[in-house]
């Protein structure tokens, strides 16, 4: 078993995308989730930022936690450091005083310690508070909990975004923050020997962080300056014009190039309601149009919008697994929907 450190404010949207990556993925306490296997996936993950290998769990307290630890095998050997972290300051628990006491007890079991190059490290995560509500997602059921997990970290996020967009060869404004585009194109199924499109690529934010988590990444836009756009970022991030492991042309999203189950799957940022026509096509033709196609040539997909589009997700032969509201600014909440093909 593992802990899913997370990060982030939205604990229902980051547990769901851990479940990309890792199995069993539940939701305990907040910024703290398990799972029952988290191999290497987990590290490019945008909203977890580590697993730990657990050695138990307890309420929110410091001398539970050492209880705990005085209690339990402990099967390695070398240098050790203990890392205590107080989720969002839930927990009220002062760290100083977990590392403390919670190092002693190693140290009483004949560990050296070590805190610039240990051989292993214990994560002690403590939290308190109320658990998000969300049908989706295993846990958040709204509930009040007190956690204190102890682990031995296995695994760290990479964290390696491409950079914020304004810092890129090419931008417009209006572009997705990338942990963002990260966690939706994981969500969407991108992995190494796995081929992601978006329909609508403009800049390019999504299927770049496809390409840098290992994907083939496919783009198509309706305007010839977003697809020259998308190829100088996928260049400067992914990889040159040799081979390329990237593939961006211009083409409709209603009537896409592609053979019928040619991707594994697809995640896209519809035109939002301020752009009320779109080349050809009226918004709502668009959309519908756009999720009639991709449910013909990949078996998942992430729709992100400015507003909730399941009638029409369902209607173009889609089963909608979890829609989540995801707030930017003050003027834009983005809806998130995860599908899977009827």
């Not at 709204?142 to 964290?159: H, K, T």
């Not at 909730?308 to 829609?323: H, I, Y």
Request: proline share 4%; glycine share 10%.
């Amino acid at each position: 078993m593992y802990w899913l450190e997370l990060s982030g404010e939205e604990d229902a949207f980051a547990a769901h995308e851990a479940a990309s990556a890792a199995a069993g993925v539940e939701l305990l306490a907040p910024g703290i989730a398990r799972a029952g296997a988290a191999g290497p996936a987990v590290e490019r993950l945008a909203y977890t930022r580590a697993a730990h290998e657990a050695i138990g769990r307890t309420e929110a307290d410091v001398d539970a936690a050492v209880a705990l630890l005085e209690a339990a095998g402990i099967d390695r050997e070398g240098t050790v450091a203990v890392r205590a972290r107080d989720v969002r300051g839930s927990s009220g628990v002062s760290t100083s005083d977990a590392e403390r006491a919670l190092g002693q007890v190693l140290v009483d079991r004949g560990f050296e310690v070590d805190l610039d190059a240990p051989d292993h490290t214990l994560r002690a995560l403590f939290a308190a508070g109320r658990r998000p509500d969300h049908d989706a997602v295993a846990g958040a059921d709204g509930e009040e909990s007190s956690v204190a997990a102890l682990g031995w970290v296995a695994r760290e996020g990479r964290r390696d975004f491409a950079p914020k967009p304004t810092d890129r060869p090419f931008f417009q404004p209006g572009s997705m923050a990338p942990a963002d585009a990260r966690a939706y194109a994981n969500l969407a199924g991108a992995a190494p020997g796995r081929r992601f499109l978006d329909p609508m690529c403009g800049t390019g934010g999504l299927a770049v962080e496809a390409g840098l988590v290992g994907a083939e990444a496919v783009g198509t836009d309706a305007q010839a300056k977003m697809v020259r756009g998308t190829r100088r970022n996928l260049r400067e991030y992914v990889g040159g014009s040799d081979d390329p492991a990237w593939h961006v042309a211009r083409g409709d999203a209603t009537a896409l190039p592609l053979r019928d189950d040619a991707v594994d799957g697809v995640a896209f940022d519809a035109p939002y309601g301020r752009q009320s026509k779109i080349a050809t096509h009226d918004l709502a033709d668009l959309v519908a149009g756009a999720l009639a196609e991709t449910a013909r040539v990949a078996p998942q997909a992430v729709l992100v919008a400015d507003r909730d589009w399941r009638s029409e997700a369902r209607g173009a032969g889609w089963r909608v697994d979890a829609t989540f509201e995801r707030r930017v600014h003050r003027s834009l909440t983005r809806h998130v929907l995860t599908l899977t093909r009827e």
